[in-house]
């Protein structure tokens, strides 16, 4: 049976795995809709910088169930939740953002705590961590970015899939990667804060330690959409190039899907 993954737009993913549709982070609102974010790079732009490749109807028509890895605008955003349906099965990473959504009228919530499973697909909360330990010093910044998750999926016959989430390469990541899921999917955009030399998630150098880590296909989103988000699709591309890479890491285009 194919697992298809494709990408809709910055970190905003649908996962279709043994038939069923999980559509990770959506931040759906049209293009502009919100100011840049404060104290990061960019923040003059706004949010988000591009279009939807599809309109909204298209993205949610075929959706079994909704991930949200974390409670922050460019994964999840006031226009989504108003046109969402509030019975559409939801998971969140914790407490915090079940009572968050709830209190927005969502009604079928459920905290992915370890693991389990939805319509045969077994669904695992991995760890994930959205700065550097320098950045989490810094006590406003570390409320700010505060807790996030990344998933595995798995089912019978299908390839899996370890989607990282919002983190850097910590030693949780690396633990999970050596478990060389099928495919892997980074948050690569290279986020940056002002007076910070690291990112909050991963970059370019990430993803060609990751190649060394494991054995996954490797795909790069959350790219040339929100305005701190500064690696672009041609200088991945060229990295990759120039490091050999091509056979392992696919760097999609907005809408693009890919099956295996």
């Not at 609102?29 to 919100?34: H, N, S």
């Not at 994964?75 to 108003?82: G, L, R, V």
């Not at 209190?103 to 695992?124: A, H, P, W, Y």
């Amino acid at each position: 049976m194919n697992t298809k993954v494709q990408l809709i737009r910055s970190a905003c993913v649908k996962i279709t795995i043994n038939n069923v549709c999980f559509l990770i982070d959506p931040m759906l609102a049209p293009k502009g809709t919100y100011e840049g974010f404060a104290n990061t790079y960019n923040s003059h732009l706004r949010n988000p910088l591009v279009d939807l490749p599809f309109s909204f109807e298209e993205i949610i028509n075929d959706v079994n169930a909704v991930i949200i890895t974390h409670n922050h605008l460019d994964h999840i955003d006031e226009y989504t939740c108003k046109k969402l349906d509030k019975n559409i099965k939801v998971f969140v990473q914790d407490n915090q953002d079940y009572n968050y959504f709830k209190d927005l009228g969502f009604k079928n919530l459920e905290i992915l705590s370890d693991t389990l499973e939805f319509q045969g697909v077994k669904l695992t909360k991995t760890k994930a961590k959205h700065g550097s330990e320098e950045i989490y010093k810094n006590k406003e910044l570390a409320r700010l970015l505060g807790d996030t998750m990344g998933v595995i999926f798995s089912a019978k016959d299908c390839k899996s899939v370890y989607l990282i989430g919002d983190s850097v390469l910590t030693k949780d990541v690396e633990n999970t990667l050596k478990q060389n899921y099928d495919i892997v999917i980074v948050n690569a955009g290279n986020a940056m804060v002002l007076g910070f030399d690291d990112s909050i998630i991963m970059n370019e150098n990430d993803i060609k330690n990751i190649a060394k880590i494991s054995t996954s296909k490797i795909i790069a989103v959350h790219l040339e959409a929100i305005n701190h988000c500064i690696l672009t699709r041609k200088a991945l591309k060229e990295f990759v190039n120039k490091n050999n890479l091509n056979d392992r890491v696919l760097i999609p285009d907005d809408g693009e899907s890919y099956i295996f």
